[in-house]
């Protein structure tokens, strides 16, 4: 049989104890994490094709270049950046617009000339 003071001290213990699980609970209870997502992947890069080129050069001057033309082989995705060079030692890359395949490259600022014009490179990232 247990002493009176041995049933307080396991008393006590116990009350003890469960005052700090309670405590752990309310600390824990008021936590909200959100989900999220996590992973890995991969994809083919593939190219596009040039076609239909086409240079217009300026009425008045027709040493200079007022702009480019092309067409796509598949439609880039909305919101894609196209850009030209037509310089292979020049730092000028020009902005262009397309419309589903075809587009249309302004050269008119910086002017871009025939004579420096050695290249067409196209870039177009989705």
């Known amino acids: ?3 009176g003071k041995t049933v307080w001290m396991l008393a006590g213990a116990g ?3 469960a005052i700090i699980v309670g405590a752990g609970f309310a600390f824990t209870a008021a936590n909200t994490v959100p989900g999220s997502k996590g992973g890995e992947g991969a994809g083919t890069i593939t190219g596009f094709s040039v076609a ?8 008045t001057d027709p040493t200079k270049v ?19 060079r037509l310089d292979s030692t ?12 075809a587009v249309t490259c302004n050269t ?3 002017a871009a000339t ?12 989705q």
Do not use: E, R
Request: glycine letters at 4%.
């Open 15 to 17: 009350l003890a104890a």
């Open 66 to 84: 007022d702009s480019a033309t092309f067409n796509l082989d598949t439609a880039p995705a909305s919101g894609s950046t196209i850009k030209i």
């Open 108 to 110: 008119t600022s910086p």
């Open 1 to 3: 049989m247990l002493s």
């Open 52 to 59: 239909s080129v086409h240079y217009v050069l300026n009425a």
């Open 114 to 125: 025939a004579t420096a014009a050695n290249q067409l490179q196209v870039v177009v990232a």
């Open 90 to 101: 020049g730092s000028t890359w020009y902005t262009c617009t397309n419309v589903v395949l």
